[in-house]
């Protein structure tokens, strides 16, 4: 048998302080640790997604919840759970076991508290940009995120699944 002589990937690797997926794993990061350093740790980024979302549409159910944060439905099933837990949603059965979700009076009131501080605190996470910077970067992640965002599947190409194991 004659062995192959193995090649790296690349003569010329990226940096990993250059590499895409590296740089929006820090971003990321950042408005984490951003986010929670203004609004505490009671409540995470994607739960106050959840809140926004039955804020704007109240009475949605589970599955265009999970569409609308862009989560799975187990996920967004669980998160639900957890809200629900800490009287900020109430859960209503619906028929076909989905759910119909709304906040609270006590989610309205943790919305109330945290919205005034939603744009000061992304103002902080973006202050080393300029403004025209600013609004390049936030038009260029848009893109990427519609871009990188599967189209929703007709509802024929989906088996049929229970809407949430909550």
């Known amino acids: 048998m004659h062995m192959t002589e193995i090649s790296p990937v690349s003569e010329n690797p990226i940096p990993l302080q250059a590499e895409p997926g590296h740089l929006i794993r820090r971003a990321h990061q950042l408005a984490v640790?951003?986010?929670?350093k203004t609004h505490g740790k009671q409540i995470t980024p994607v739960q106050y997604a959840v809140l926004r979302a039955l804020q704007d549409a109240p009475g949605m159910d589970q599955v265009t919840l999970a569409d609308r944060v862009a989560?799975?439905?187990s996920t967004t099933a669980d998160i639900a759970a957890r809200l629900d837990?800490?009287?900020?949603?109430?859960?209503?059965?619906?028929?076909?076991?989905?759910r119909a979700l709304r906040l609270t009076a006590e989610g309205e009131a943790v919305l109330a508290e945290m919205l005034p501080r939603v744009a000061p605190m992304y103002g902080q996470l973006l202050d080393?940009?300029?403004?025209?910077?600013r609004e390049?970067?936030?038009?260029?992640?848009?893109?990427?995120?519609?871009?990188n965002t599967p189209a929703p599947e007709s509802p024929g190409?989906?088996?049929?699944?229970?809407?949430d194991r909550a």
Not at 157 to 163: F, G, K, M, T, W
Request: proline residues 9%; without cysteine.
């Open 33 to 36: 640790g951003t986010f929670a």
């Open 71 to 73: 989560l799975d439905t």
């Open 85 to 98: 837990s800490k009287g900020w949603i109430v859960r209503e059965l619906l028929p076909r076991r989905q």
């Open 128 to 133: 080393a940009l300029e403004p025209a910077e």
């Open 136 to 147: 390049e970067f936030l038009r260029l992640l848009r893109k990427f995120v519609h871009l």
């Open 157 to 163: 190409d989906v088996p049929d699944q229970p809407s």
